[in-house]
């Protein structure tokens, strides 16, 4: 007799069942709309103190095991003294539940829902428009000025470590300003798809990310254009998370496809690898991935064909790390005061010139 349960019912959850046994389950991501990627979460009731394997049949776990929570707040790697550079590796997961552990969430990367941004309770927040299905989208500012520094991420629902990034960022803009210019963040873009534990990426006909075009069919990135007509918005940032791993995907970059911003980005990376302390995750090189050209609907590509629009930069951040530069929380959120250290000296230097 199978005592616990497998489910996806909470917010981000996605997975799919198809078996369970007493020390093994089979399980498979829910792709739903989107193009096979990498997302999945699920948690799992009343298997306090068994061993059980988690087996997807595919590479769908990270370097250093499933991200593990109780609270969907708090999140460690199930093996973080490991290193799974092999894909068969990366198939499964084996977990042994505690006495104690009635409850416990495993996922892809280390989730951010929309309760999180409870945290970020130093700017004034509102209700951007209400996404597919009435969900509200939030929105958040900060800061006095006529000129605005707009922030996004979770373009893709799945891009978690985004949302720690980000907050780091905004901790830091709260703490050191920048004179002049107010914050403006869309925390979650594909509100629907984060609620709901979408991919997000390559949704059909086409994700959130190739939507700014003229016939753009999500309310929220209709609401973004509108914002980028009526606001004074000097410099945009947009942070992702790239790949599941492997194949440059495993460290943090900067990504620009504008040649007339090629110096500039180049400081802005010197002086963000400049920030990187002990506490940082590390950005090696100060990695730039240069595109040939701005990709058609993206949001960097319609921000930066705005005149208005002096500068526009995506940040990429792994979902995993590497052996000697492990993701946790903490990384993230401390990466994400680096960022917007260099982002400040990177500003105030741009009002100099």
């Known amino acids: 007799m199978i005592t616990y349960n497998v489910s996806e019912d909470f917010t981000g959850g996605n997975i799919t069942v198809l078996e369970i046994t007493e020390n093994k389950v ?14 999945w979460a699920f948690n799992v009731t009343g298997a306090a103190g068994k ?26 790697w ?20 505690g006495p104690d552990e009635n409850e416990v969430y495993f996922a892809h990367n280390m989730l951010y829902n929309p309760s999180n941004f409870e945290n970020v309770d130093f700017m004034d927040k509102f209700i951007l428009c209400n996404d597919l299905d009435d969900i ?21 629902a799945c891009e978690a470590p985004a949302n720690y990034i ?30 709901c534990g979408d991919q997000g990426k390559g949704r059909k006909p086409h994700d959130h990310n190739r939507d700014y075009n003229d016939n753009s069919i999500y309310p929220t990135v209709r609401a973004i254009k509108e914002l980028l007509d009526k606001e004074n918005v000097k410099c945009v940032f947009d942070f992702h998370s790239p790949c599941h791993l492997g194949n440059g995907n495993d460290s943090t970059s900067l990504v620009n496809a504008y040649e007339s911003m090629r110096d500039e980005m180049k400081e802005l990376s010197r002086l963000f690898a400049s920030e990187i302390k ?56 401390s990466t994400g005061r680096a960022f917007a250290r260099a982002m400040k000296k990177f500003v105030e230097s741009k009002q100099e010139r």
């Open 78 to 97: 199930s093996h973080p003294n490991e290193y799974r550079s092999d894909t068969k590796e990366r198939e499964s997961f084996t977990y042994t539940f």
């Open 166 to 195: 980000l907050e780091g960022a905004l901790k830091e803009l709260y703490e050191n300003p920048i004179d002049g210019y107010r914050i403006v963040t869309v925390p979650f873009v594909d509100m629907k798809g984060v609620v």
């Open 136 to 156: 509200p989208v939030p929105m958040a500012t900060m800061g006095e000025g006529e000129k605005v520094i707009l922030m996004t991420a979770r373009h893709h």
């Open 278 to 333: 002990e506490d940082c995750f590390k950005f090696r090189d100060g990695r730039i991935t240069w595109r040939d050209e701005p990709l058609k609907g993206t949001f960097s590509a319609y921000s930066g064909s705005i005149n208005t629009v002096d500068f526009v930069c995506t940040i990429e951040n792994p979902y995993f790390g590497e052996p000697d530069n492990i993701m946790t929380q903490e990384k993230y959120l």
């Open 26 to 39: 089979e399980v498979r991501i829910n792709y739903r709309d989107s193009a096979p990627w990498c997302y």
């Open 51 to 76: 061993t059980i394997i988690f087996n997807f049949n595919e590479d769908a776990v990270g370097y250093f095991g499933a991200a593990v929570s109780y609270d969907l707040k708090k999140w460690h």
